[in-house]
T-cell receptor, first 115, second 105 residues
Framework: DTEVTQTPKHLVMGMTNKKSLKCEQH?????MYWYKQKAKKPPELMFV???????INESVPSRFSPECPNSSLLNLHLHALQPEDSALYLC??????????????FGPGTRLTVT | GIQVEQSPPDLILQEGANSTLRCNFS?????LQWFHQNPWGQLINLFY???GTKQNGRLSATTVATERYSLLYISSSQTTDSGVYFC???????FGAGTRLTVKP
């Protein structure tokens, strides 16, 4: 099974709301990733978790707060977002992170609209 | 910074035609992936290819790591091949800007 699942598929939130995006994989992967993709642009890496520890934070604003409760789950907590944060948020996983690098598998994404 | 350049940016084909998409890197590549992003946003893995050639049905890919480029070949294109094709360098998961492919019936 090479599936990464994400919920919800769509999310509309106001600038004062708090919401969370969820990602799950059951491939036994120990690295998980969050990406942001604006329309007609490529995905951009936001965070990398390796063995449930945050390894990479690509200078993402603090209104985005990642969490990795266990090796299968990855959350992205959202608070006080701006309209320009509207985008497709993609989760991915790979066997491990770093070293020789490994194939990444992506979830279907959450399409976020901030009003 | 490290650049990942894809060409062409846009490509329109008639169904049944063949095409070649290119990905150039400004720095070394430990590993490379090709993806197809469908209209709903799902990134579908096509190839994980550090070097050499791989084939999967009508698609094949070749990476020449020493020359820092990779090619994706699509033969006998179908309308379902439409979408955006991305290459990404796995060292740092940096994506190219993509090639938007439209296959017309």
């Amino acid at each position: 099974d090479t599936e990464v699942t994400q919920t919800p598929k769509h999310l509309v939130m106001g600038m004062t709301n708090k919401k969370s995006l969820k990602c799950e994989q059951h491939m036994g992967h120990r690295a998980m990733y969050w990406y942001k993709q604006k329309a007609k642009k490529p995905p951009e890496l936001m965070f990398v978790y390796s063995y449930e520890k945050l390894s990479i934070n690509e200078s993402v604003p603090s209104r985005f707060s990642p969490e990795c409760p266990n090796s299968s789950l990855l959350n992205l907590h959202l608070h006080a977002l701006q309209p320009e944060d509207s985008a497709l948020y993609l989760c991915a996983s790979s066997q491990v992170y770093g070293g020789g690098s490994y194939e990444q598998y992506f979830g279907p994404g959450t399409r976020l609209t901030v009003t | 910074g490290i650049q990942v350049e894809q060409s062409p940016p846009d490509l329109i084909l008639q169904e049944g035609a063949n095409s070649t998409l290119r990905c150039n890197f400004s720095d070394s590549v430990n590993n490379l992936q090709w993806f197809h992003q469908n209209p709903w946003g799902q990134l579908i893995n096509l190839f994980y290819i550090p070097s050499g050639t791989k084939q999967n049905g009508r698609l094949s890919a070749t990476t020449v790591a020493t020359e820092r480029y990779s090619l994706l070949y699509i033969s006998s294109s179908q309308t379902t091949d439409s979408g955006v094709y991305f290459c990404a360098r796995n060292n740092d998961m940096r994506f190219g800007a993509g090639t938007r492919l439209t296959v017309k019936p």
